[in-house]
Each structure stands twice: as structure tokens, then as C-alpha cells.
């Protein structure tokens, strides 16, 4: 009696709910399968020949299976332009977290003159994005004899006004007991920094470390600009390259998807290994 009552119950909330979750189940799988359609597309072509690509109704794996992959890597130079984009990530991403770090400390810990206009004036270059100052900045980086070089790649993103207002808004949560109880015990600035502000701030600095490597391994304009030696290219521009090669006149787009889904891998990699404190962050971004 219990189990058939029991039964009842359940095929009763099922009856109840399932008209209303299988609406909400089919747009979310209506909204994954169309969000993950370039993706699958750009799969499917990167094994697909040039003839196979331009055949509309063929959507299937094409015959050339992983051979598109070891073309770019090896006769195109794949690999040194994904080595070049990494080591050009990795050194952004430190430089900016140090150098947002500080700034963040010095903005929140110090008293000084103008504090809140230095402030703003850290925002206001949010105006200003590297296209915006592309001509005077490649100048500079002529007169200063860093073009092809690894400096020029770096130099432009290492200040970021938006790490310095995450980093800010964190160490300003920080209760002040901490700060008060440093200082009686006569801690010293970079000593407190490390020891007390960045193990508090680890889920931030993650979280700013995956933006910024992502936001950084995907520049094309100002390495193309800034770097004119194609072995020294980076990741983007190396996909532009193999853009510019033809087949009987025909674009050659499954070599290319081979190379985009190259390019994709390590951001991928990234996001997967610290997206939890990439949604911390955007978490704090939106109180």
C-alpha cells in the first residue's frame, strides 16, 4: 500500500513538473547545441580537404583526419607561433598581476596627495585601449629599438587600470584589524603584502591571471604592428598566414579551422583548470 502510494506520488510530480522543466531543458540544450555549432563546425572542417570544405551538404569527418593539424604545425610553423603566444601570455600575466598588486597596495594602504585623483586617473586610461594609441606607441617602441622583440609583444599590456580596480576593491574588504595588528607588530609593506594580501587574495589573482592570459593570448592587431620577423610571431597572426595560402585558388579553410582549433587548446586548458575563481571574480566584479 505504502509503495503504491509512493508510486502515486512520484508519477503525480513528474505529471506536475515535467511539462514546464522539458520547456526549459529543450532551450537550454537549443542554446548549447547553437553556441557549440561553430565550434563543431570548425572540428568537422579542420579533417575535411579544400574540395570536401566547399561542398555545402558535407558535414561530415572529412578524409584527411589529423594530416591538417601536422601540416600547420610542421610546414607552417604552428608550433613556434604558439610557443611565441605562450611565452608573450605568460610574461603579461606576471607583469600585470605584480604591477596591479603594487599599485592596488600603494592606492588602499598609503596616504598621499591626490590619492583619489591618481585614482581616476588609473581609470581613465580604460579610455585609451592599445588601438587607440597604436600609432605613437609603435613610435615609441621604434625610437626606443624594441621592435621584434619580445618587448614590444609585452610592454603595451603589462599596466591595466582594470587589475588595479579588482585588486583595490579586494584589499579594501579586508578587515582592518589585520592591517592594524601588521603594524603594531612592525611588519613591513612588501612583507605584508605577501604574507597577508595575496594568500587572502588567491581566488582574485587566479580569476585576473585567467582573464589576462586569455585577453593576451588572442592579440592580432599590435603584434602584427609591432613584429614584422614571422618567425617571432605570435599564435593569431601565424592563423592570418595560413590564410594567405591557396589551394587551386581556393582558400584552404580546413587547414586554417586545423590551426584555429590549435590556437584555441591552451586558453581552453586555462579556463578549465581556474574557472572557479574566474566566476569569484566576476562575482565581485557585479556587487
Do not use: C
Request: charged share 10%.
Amino acid at each position: 500500500m505504502g509503495t503504491k502510494t509512493q508510486q502515486t506520488t512520484v508519477a503525480d510530480a513528474v505529471e506536475t513538473r515535467l511539462p514546464g522543466n522539458l520547456t526549459m531543458h529543450a532551450g537550454l540544450v537549443g542554446a548549447i547545441a547553437l553556441m557549440s555549432a561553430p565550434l563543431v563546425l570548425a572540428l568537422v572542417m579542420s579533417t575535411q580537404t579544400t574540395t570536401e570544405v566547399y561542398q555545402v551538404t558535407n558535414l561530415g569527418i572529412g578524409s584527411q583526419g589529423l594530416s591538417n593539424y601536422q601540416t600547420a604545425l610542421t610546414e607552417y610553423g604552428f608550433a613556434n607561433y604558439m610557443l611565441n603566444s605562450l611565452v608573450m601570455s605568460v610574461v603579461i600575466v606576471v607583469g600585470k598581476v605584480t604591477l596591479s598588486l603594487l599599485a592596488a597596495l600603494a592606492l588602499v594602504y598609503y596616504d598621499f596627495p591626490f590619492q583619489r585623483g591618481v585614482f581616476m586617473f588609473v581609470l581613465l586610461t580604460l579610455l585609451l585601449p592599445v588601438p587607440v594609441r597604436i600609432v605613437p606607441l609603435f613610435q615609441l617602441m621604434a625610437d626606443l629599438g624594441w621592435t621584434n622583440t619580445l618587448l614590444a609583444l609585452t610592454g603595451p599590456y603589462i599596466a591595466s587600470a582594470t587589475a588595479v580596480f579588482l585588486f583595490r576593491q579586494h584589499f579594501m574588504s579586508i578587515p582592518s584589524s589585520l592591517v592594524e595588528a601588521a603594524r603594531l607588530d612592525g611588519v613591513g609593506p612588501l612583507t605584508f603584502l605577501v604574507k597577508v594580501l595575496i594568500p587572502m587574495s588567491r581566488g582574485m589573482i587566479a580569476g585576473v591571471a585567467v582573464i589576462t592570459f586569455i585577453y593576451a593570448w588572442n592579440q592580432f592587431l599590435w603584434p602584427l604592428v609591432a613584429v614584422t620577423d614571422k618567425s617571432s610571431q605570435v599564435v593569431q597572426v601565424g592563423i592570418r598566414y595560413i590564410q594567405g595560402s591557396a589551394q587551386a585558388g581556393l582558400t584552404r579553410w580546413g587547414l586554417i579551422m586545423a590551426g584555429a582549433v590549435l590556437a584555441l587548446l591552451p586558453p581552453l586548458l586555462v579556463l578549465i583548470a581556474l574557472h572557479r575563481p574566474l566566476l569569484e571574480t566576476f562575482a565581485i566584479q557585479q556587487k
